[in-house]
């Protein structure tokens, strides 16, 4: 497995105006490349607060915590939880508001080995669960969501066009065997893409929407981070910055409306005349949004192709 090479680093870094004596939350930890250089900005008497619940990354994350603790270093703890369980963990430790909050919605290069089955290209068991001490695999899934729910999850999440022919294909595999492992799992879909798209060279692998959407489906990620952009409003201090790295469309445009909606953009309704009361509820704002979408640069696509989907976009609490 390749060395995890953190996306759009230096710009989320320079994008959280990072104050010294500040205290911020890495909110997807991973291997740790964002919080080390939030660290390299802080002073002793700055904080980060790591949180991750794949427990992988956390055990990575409190090696690094050891490190830091036989050294006069900035303040730094990492917890085993969702990202959606921010203000709990927060609440848990005394801290009431923070500067910053940084959100990296990718996978990190570890969770793509075999083992954990999120891979199409190694055969692996079929769990893809970011938290492997909880909930169901996506084995386990499979052979227990109906037929309709399951054309939802494949269309919806993964925007898939072939949605109902690859549903109705995986009932009808599995009722002769068990659905298993990842790659059983990706010559299902394949099949049914390859009969209905002719290859082309440099295309994705057919089967990747449908498991991008089952992975989403089996974490809940869409709903962790519906939670977490809610709760961000209340955790940051006036002037905290919001960071949000997202790498698929479902993704951003959740993050890009929740930003657009919490800083009163468009939520005048035009042409109607409105009393001063109402005005003033239109015109509320918990955020500013700050700046345009920032996409990786060639170089960095260059460099790392996984790069090429990530789109950053960032407010700040008003």
């Known amino acids: 497995m390749s060395e995890h090479i953190t996306v759009l680093l230096h710009e989320a870094i320079e994008a959280l105006a990072i104050k010294p004596e500040g205290v911020y939350v890495d909110g997807t930890y991973g291997r740790g490349g964002h919080s080390r250089l939030i660290l390299s900005r802080l002073s002793q008497h700055g904080q980060l607060i790591a949180i991750d619940r794949d427990l992988a990354a956390v055990a990575a994350g409190e090696q690094m915590v050891q490190a830091h603790s036989a050294r006069q270093m900035p303040r730094f703890e990492i917890r085993h939880a969702a990202f959606s369980q921010m203000r709990q963990v927060l609440h848990q ?18 969770q793509l080995n075999a083992e954990r089955g999120f891979s199409l290209r190694a055969d692996g068991p079929l769990d893809m669960r970011m938290d492997v001490s909880k909930g169901m695999t996506a ?10 729910e399951l054309e939802k999850v494949i269309r919806e999440y993964g925007e898939e066009r ?12 599995r009722a002769r065997q068990p659905i298993v492992t990842t790659l059983q799992l990706a010559k299902i879909v394949t099949a049914v893409v390859r009969s209905r798209e002719r290859k082309r060279e440099g295309q994705q692998s057919p089967a990747t929407r449908t498991f991008q959407a089952i992975r989403i489906a089996i974490n809940q990620e869409l709903e962790e981070l519906s939670l977490a952009l809610q709760q961000s409003a209340d955790l940051l201090k006036v002037g905290g910055r919001l960071v949000v790295i997202s790498f698929h469309s479902l993704e951003d445009r959740m993050v890009k409306r929740f930003m657009r909606e919490s800083a009163g953009v468009d939520r005048v309704p035009r042409n109607i005349p409105l009393r001063e009361t ?41």
């Open 139 to 148: 084995a386990q899934w499979i052979e227990t969501i109906s037929e309709t």
């Open 278 to 318: 109402e005005l003033q509820r239109f015109s509320h704002r918990q955020f500013k949004v700050i700046g345009k979408a920032i996409r990786p640069r060639q170089q960095e696509i260059e460099a790392n192709s996984r790069s090429r989907s990530a789109v950053m976009r960032v407010a700040e609490r008003a």
């Open 162 to 173: 072939y949605a109902r022919s690859i549903a109705r294909a995986i009932v009808v595999a």
């Open 93 to 110: 430790m005394g801290v009431q508001r923070v500067d910053g909050i940084l959100l990296d919605l990718g996978m990190s290069s570890p």
